[in-house]
């Protein structure tokens, strides 16, 4: 009797620290749970960050549990984000050589019998169909987020553009409490921002290929989410699997740039409850000289202790990060941290910067400035209650 074939997941994550942590928790949910084998590819470039001590930048590693092989999507020495042009990102030169990834696998005797991707890598569907594979999407963010843009694309389009000007107009997607426009991604409305048209554009693509293949694992709880997963229940077109018990990334693997040494959590040991202010705004963005002043400006006049990140690579002489770091206020500057520890830590009682499902943010109550609205802060408005109904702190 033929010997049962063991399955093999080739996870491909979008190359973002908010994509790649859920997809290693995920693979060692998977990993350990079924005791499958289990592939994550990224990018050269990110997976040289994630593991800086490789003698080659495209060499596989094994940390016993999970595999990581990179793939090479024509920026290996890495992409300039200071253009912020998300297409840029979209890897379209990444297809030809994940589906060669795929061969070599099956010829060393290690065939994918299942491909996940995260949002904004579409063309790994097409891929998966070229070597008759079948391909799931692991969508990071929040159900409410899922159900929001889902609507946006079924019938909701014209009439939340038709009331631009107007963000307190309500919007009542089926199966969520009533929003108002203001509460809703600023791509939603906008048509002049070349930013948020593009990055709508790739929300669309990733709804248009769910079209024809709509297998989804959504990283949220069924009893935090119930409302917004049963408002895109339609076992006809999607089938949606929760997949919210991975548990927080664990291990070294994962991090795209280097903790800072300065001993940020003895620091926030000495601080009271709920009082620092944590400013984070990820792996991707670039915070303009100007808006980080005016951050600069908003710590100070808090008079509140605070932890801010600001990534080496968006750091230039002669400006306020440099003021704060030397000036003797109560606060911290860290070039990178590990932020599952820092949004878990008591003193940490408010958290300001890019808000979305793959965050964090359900760990504390929210507060925050917008620069632009992110789709997180529609999964804030609507979820917060039912997490308190989770923790039991309501009824």
């Not at 159900?143 to 000007?165: C, K, M, Q, W």
């Not at 400006?297 to 509140?304: D, H, Q, V």
């Not at 943010?361 to 802060?377: H, I």
């Amino acid at each position: 009797m033929a010997e049962k074939q063991q399955h093999h997941f080739l996870i491909i994550a979008y190359p973002l620290q908010s994509h790649i942590n859920p997809c290693i928790n995920l693979a060692k949910y998977l990993m350990s749970s079924t005791g499958s084998a289990v592939t994550l590819s990224t990018t050269v470039s990110a997976h040289r960050r994630m593991f800086s001590s490789i003698s080659k930048p495209d060499q596989e590693v094994n940390d016993g549990l999970v595999t990581y092989i990179p793939f090479s999507d024509g920026f290996d020495e890495g992409s300039k984000r200071g253009s912020m042009d998300f297409k840029e990102f979209i890897l379209v030169k990444s297809q030809p050589n994940v589906s060669t990834l795929v061969g070599d696998l099956a010829a060393a005797g290690r065939p994918v019998t299942c491909m996940i991707r995260t949002m904004f890598l579409e063309w790994v569907a097409e891929v998966a169909s070229e070597h008759g594979i079948p391909s799931v999407l692991y969508w990071i963010q929040a159900a409410t987020v899922f159900a929001a843009y889902y609507h946006y694309f079924h019938g909701f389009e014209n009439l939340i553009r038709s009331h631009a000007d107007d963000p307190l107009s309500t919007v009542c997607f089926p199966g969520l409490k009533p929003l108002q426009i203001r509460d809703l991604p600023s791509s939603f409305v906008d048509t002049v921002n070349t930013f948020h048209i593009s990055f709508l554009d790739c929300f669309r693509d990733v709804f248009q290929v769910l079209e024809r293949d709509g297998r989804v694992l959504v990283n949220t709880f069924k009893a935090f989410e119930a409302e917004a997963l049963d408002s895109v229940n339609n076992p006809q077109t999607l089938s949606l699997f929760v997949v919210g018990s991975c548990g927080p990334l664990s291990g070294v693997a994962g991090y795209l740039f280097k903790e800072d040494e300065k001993k940020y959590m003895e620091w926030l040991d000495t601080k009271e409850e709920g009082s620092v202010v944590y400013v984070s705004f990820g792996s991707f963005s670039l915070m303009k000289k100007e808006q980080k002043e005016e951050m600069v400006r908003g710590l100070k006049e808090s008079k509140k202790p605070f932890l801010w990140v600001v990534r080496k690579d968006n750091r230039e002489e002669g400006e306020g990060v440099l003021e704060i770091e030397e000036g003797g206020e109560d606060g911290i500057v860290v070039e990178w941290c590990d932020q599952v520890r820092v949004l878990a830590h008591r003193a940490v009682g408010c958290l300001s910067g890019l808000v979305d499902g793959t965050s964090a943010v359900g760990e504390l109550g929210v507060c925050g400035r917008r620069w632009w609205r992110s789709a997180g802060w529609i999964w804030i408005s609507v979820r917060m209650r039912n997490w308190w109904r989770v923790c039991g702190v309501v009824e």
